[in-house]
């Protein structure tokens, strides 16, 4: 591009006068594009310029920061995917159980109420479930209006500009392969469980351990003597990635059929450990502060530490690109699997807090078959919850490293990571690499890193997640008003986002200082991979840099005449082995529009210029910028 234009994001400006635009002659600003050269795009359209000298470098830096994504390129990046629609309405909700129940009820249970709340972690669990579903309903809303694989980052990125989306873009990138690191810690306690009880088999804890344990009083690490690595942990994680490789159709069966198991694990427990129940132990039921631990301000923390539990339904989002239908049906995904969980979560946490004291749940990874040890008659019940357990976890981390590629790959296809990491698989339509990367990653944490630790981590990132995307409801309601919404948020956009926002706020800010520390850290971290690479590299950014071909590595299906190729179409072609639909992608890639930048009005703003056919007058479009379909060919201007 001209080195005198600079690329700016739209904002709202004063209308531009008519007599200041008939200086342009009709003809040079609707000028038909050479069909022949698509390189010639951008002259079918009149830019107004200015010499961007003029404009404080701050300016030019803040609105470059601010730049958005418009809804049009998002939807139109949906609707040219490659990968693979095979998930339904019941796909969905599986995903968001699978995810949810886990962790929360298998792990997590027991250390929130030995360390945080005591027998009120089932208030923590109600007060998570309530703040999760008012940010449920928010990601309801804009899944359907945004039906793409970057979940919170994308519809960060359309409502508040590229920085704040690269901020949970990479937030999200440590939630989930944290989240998968905690799961596959827990499912290692589980598996040696499960061979002890079952067959008499004792694990040693040199290799079933984490090296390293954290004290969550004295908020500091602490040597574990005589563990080195948790090698089952290992074994899982990189298990799951490569089922993950293969297709989202094989994952898909895989975590319905462990949905199905420990569904009917949790019920059992629920109804067959009841009996058991002492009330004593619901004494005293919120205990008396001791350091950073129990009281009031402990229930809160409680509630900080089971949000991890609660990361499914953002999982879902992911998985919109595979969606059949995502409009309809991931706002269903959300809030059904969100609902389920809930209720089995203070199911769980009320039977498991009354059959045993919360003090003797301290450091237990695998506390609901560890309470039922002190019960007589309970084995044939362990060794069933332990089975249970070791499925339930296993569609955890099989989710949690789902979504996690996912963003990864939207993020990369924006220009703000390398482009290696948006390409599919040519035969599985997976984004491997990204899924490979992110697998390796999960397994080194979940060897060396205690459960406890990693699952604080993980809540601090959904809980910043949940604030961004409680106020994206608020900011689409005003800038997209007339949108296409499968779901809309009930009572208005304050009555439900504010205090889903407020309150994941406070609970946010309520965490131990080291988890703030350390989340702060990553995304410093994040900040400058950010200026280093993703800045200079974006597409909404720098369009410039961003040429046909580069489009065209990215291997997605378009016909000669730039639209999207029926998928059966390409698998058959790919199912022959002649390539000829890796061919198809190429040839027709260039013939994709690229976003065109947006300059400086004569005023210094920046400008949106269109003609209305009904009146051959010129009027100012704010505050999206619009697109004009010409022979098959899409501007943006």
């Known amino acids: 591009m001209a080195g005198s234009s600079e690329i700016l994001p739209a904002k709202h400006v004063q209308p531009l006068h008519k007599s200041s635009l008939y200086s342009a002659s009709k003809s040079s600003l609707h000028s038909q594009p050479d069909n022949n050269n698509n390189s010639n795009n951008e002259n079918s359209l009149h830019k107004v310029t200015r010499n961007t000298q003029d404009v404080p470098r701050w300016k030019r830096i803040f609105f470059r920061l601010c730049a958005r994504k418009t809804m049009e390129q998002i939807l139109q990046e949906g609707e040219n995917t490659q990968m693979k629609r095979v998930l339904g309405r019941l796909d969905l909700i599986a995903i968001g159980i699978g995810a949810i129940i886990g962790t929360g009820i298998f792990v997590l249970t027991g250390v929130a109420a030995a360390e945080n709340a005591g027998p009120a972690v089932i208030v923590s669990f109600i007060i998570a479930g309530v703040v999760s579903g008012l940010s449920a309903f928010s990601y309801s809303e804009l899944a359907s209006m945004l039906p793409i694989s970057g979940s919170a980052y994308t519809y960060t990125y359309a409502t508040m500009g590229e920085l704040i989306a690269w901020i949970i873009g990479w937030d999200l990138i440590l939630e989930y392969m944290v989240g998968a690191a905690t799961v596959a810690v827990g499912w290692s306690a589980y598996v040696v469980d499960f061979f002890h009880d079952a067959f008499g088999v004792t694990f040693t804890p040199k290799t079933t351990q984490a090296p390293v344990i954290w004290d969550n009083k004295d908020l500091s690490f602490k040597i574990n003597h005589g563990s080195y690595i948790n090698i089952p942990a290992i074994f899982i994680s990189l298990a799951v990635t490569l089922i993950l490789v293969l297709g989202m159709k094989q994952a898909s069966w895989v975590n319905k059929t462990v949905v199905v198991i420990k569904l009917v694990v949790v019920l059992l427990f629920i109804f067959g450990a009841c009996k ?193 995307v409680n106020i994206g409801v608020i900011i689409m309601r005003f800038t997209h008003p007339d949108a296409p919404r499968g779901f809309r948020v009930p009572g208005g956009p304050f009555l439900i986002p504010v205090p889903g926002a407020v309150i994941a706020l406070v609970i946010l800010v309520l965490s131990d200082g080291p988890t703030i520390y350390r989340l702060f850290i990553w995304l410093a971290i994040g900040l400058v991979v950010y200026a280093l690479f993703g800045y200079r590299h974006s597409r909404v950014g720098n369009p410039d840099r961003w040429s046909p071909e580069d489009m065209a590595y990215f291997q997605d299906a378009f016909d000669d005449q730039g639209q999207h190729k029926r998928q059966d179409d390409d698998e058959e072609k790919m199912s022959q082995g002649n390539g000829d639909a890796e061919k198809t992608a190429y040839n027709a890639a260039p013939q994709l529009a690229m976003p065109q930048p947006i300059h400086y009005g004569e005023d210094g703003e920046s400008r949106d210029i269109k003609e209305s056919e009904e009146s051959n007058e010129y009027e100012y479009a704010h505050p999206h910028i619009k697109q004009q379909e010409r022979e098959g060919t899409t501007y943006f201007y």
């Open 276 to 468: 058991y129940v002492d009330r004593d132990n619901y004494t005293p039921f919120v205990p008396p502060r001791e350091g950073n631990s129990f009281g009031a301000q402990g229930v809160f923390k409680g509630t900080q530490r089971v949000f991890f539990a609660y990361i499914g339904f953002d999982a879902v989002s992911t998985t919109a690109q595979e969606a059949k239908k995502p409009q309809r049906d991931l706002p269903w995904g959300i809030c059904v699997s969100l609902g389920i969980c809930t209720a089995l979560y203070i199911a769980v946490s009320a039977v498991l807090c009354g059959i045993i004291s919360y003090k003797d749940l301290k450091g237990v990874a695998s506390p609901l078959t560890y309470a039922l040890q002190f019960h007589a008659n309970t084995k044939w019940l362990r060794i069933i919850i332990e089975l249970g357990a070791i499925c339930g976890l296993t569609s955890v981390i099989l989710i949690s490293l789902m979504g996690q590629p996912r963003i990864f790959f939207t993020m990369a296809r924006d220009g703000l990571f390398p482009r290696i990491f948006g390409r599919l698989h040519s035969r599985f339509k997976t984004p491997f690499v990204p899924t490979v990367v992110s697998g390796i990653v999960c397994a080194a944490l979940a060897g060396v890193l205690p459960v406890d630790l990693l699952g604080d981590m993980t809540s601090v990132g959904t809980l910043l997640a949940f604030i961004l």
